[in-house]
């Protein structure tokens, strides 16, 4: 089976502080993806990466960064934790080259409340 | 990504079918039809998918009527456990749209003993 693995399920920060939220999974996977959950709001995609040091943009890129310097890690910085960005944030994955059919694999989360 | 319309909500009872609808009124050709699901305080798991015929796996079957406007996702003997929030979602064939995967509300279905 596929193991998405976020390395929090909960983390408390203050505003303004640096976050990194990271992701690692063990399929060799070329796609990797970031969401945030919200009430309401659905998934909503923040950015991607279709393989080592490759980003794009996803639905709501303001006010994170990523990185993707190994092809197992993927990870999510927040520059500088706001309010608005307390949430559930979501990891996935999926190969590529099987077809653009394949389905995503997620992570359990990673609970961000910032103060 | 063609807009998908689910109940917010169902209950079910335990060991007989689960049938969830969806509509997807506005899907073009070269979108597929997915389900995930997500038990609370777990990220979504991949159910099934389809684009044209129905399918069927070791979950769930997916019915996808003829004009592909609608599907339903059938748990032929819903447990305790299949008590979640289900997703429906159509998803582009094309590479770089495809990605953007939209989940909007879904169905919360609980499963009663």
């Known amino acids: ?69 190994k092809k197992e890690r993927f990870s999510l910085i927040l520059e500088s934790a706001s309010t608005n960005q307390t949430s559930m944030y979501l990891c996935a994955s999926r190969p590529a080259g099987s077809g653009d059919n394949s389905p995503l694999h997620f992570g359990n989360g990673t609970r961000l409340t910032v103060t | ?32 039809v997915y389900w995930y699901r997500q038990i609370h305080s777990q990220g979504p798991q991949y159910i099934i998918h389809g684009l044209k015929n129905n399918e069927t796996n070791e979950m769930a079957s997916l019915i996808i ?26 998803r582009s064939k094309i590479k770089a749209a495809g990605n953007k995967l939209t989940f909007g509300g879904g169905t919360r279905v609980l499963v009663k003993p």
């Open chain 1, 1 to 69: 089976d596929v193991k998405v693995t976020q390395s929090s399920r909960y983390l408390v920060k203050r505003t303004g502080e640096k976050v990194f939220l990271e992701c690692v999974q063990d399929m060799d996977h070329e796609n990797m993806f970031w969401y945030r959950q919200d009430p309401g709001l659905g998934l909503r995609l923040i950015y991607f990466s279709y393989d080592v040091k490759m980003k794009e943009k996803g639905d709501i890129p303001e006010g994170y960064s990523v990185s993707r310097e």
């Open chain 2, 65 to 90: 009527t003829e004009d592909r406007k609608s599907s339903t996702l059938i748990l032929p003997h819903a447990t305790l456990r299949d008590t979640a929030v289900y997703y429906c979602i159509v």
């Open chain 2, 1 to 32: 990504d063609a807009k998908t319309t689910q109940p917010t909500s169902m209950d079910c009872a335990e060991g007989r079918a689960a049938n969830l609808p969806c509509n997807h009124s506005t899907i073009s050709g070269n979108e597929y």
